[in-house]
């Protein structure tokens, strides 16, 4: 049973760094895209950031220049750099993971992915 966990949420002041973090067990997926989603309370999720099994990676407009997703294959885990936080950036953060390489454009939708994590809360104030 695949499983995704995240952690390194909390509550920070505007302009302040965090780094989330999501491992992935129980899978034997050779090739594989991990991504990160957020929810606002009452809001949709939407795309972060994503990280393909061969290196691609994929970026909401809103985060690029701020965020950086990297992953660590020997650790089944992908990480989440958020610098530069904003109030705007307050959401519960997903990670999410899909048994395959993401097809061209699918990058940003969450049906793309199979597993999900049960989230991190993330408080930016101001």
């Known amino acids: 049973q695949v499983q995704l966990v995240e952690s390194g949420g909390g509550t920070v002041q505007a302009g302040d760094s965090l780094r989330l973090s999501c491992v992935a067990s129980?899978?034997?997926?050779?090739?594989?895209?991990m991504g990160w989603f957020r929810q606002d309370p009452g809001m949709t999720r939407s795309f972060v950031a994503a990280?393909?099994?061969?290196?691609?990676?994929y970026y909401a407009d809103f985060v690029k220049g701020r965020f950086t997703i990297s992953r660590d294959n020997a650790k089944s885990t992908v990480y989440l750099q958020m610098n530069s936080l904003k109030p705007e950036d307050t959401a519960v953060y997903y990670c999410?993971?899909?048994?395959?390489?993401?097809?061209?454009?699918?990058?940003?939708?969450?049906?793309?992915?199979?597993?999900w994590g049960q989230g991190t809360p993330v408080t930016v104030s101001s």
């Open positions: 129980g899978h034997t997926f050779s090739t594989y895209a």
């Open positions: 999410a993971l899909r048994g395959a390489g993401l097809p061209p454009a699918y990058h940003n939708r969450d049906y793309a992915y199979e597993y």
């Open positions: 990280h393909d099994w061969d290196g691609a990676t």
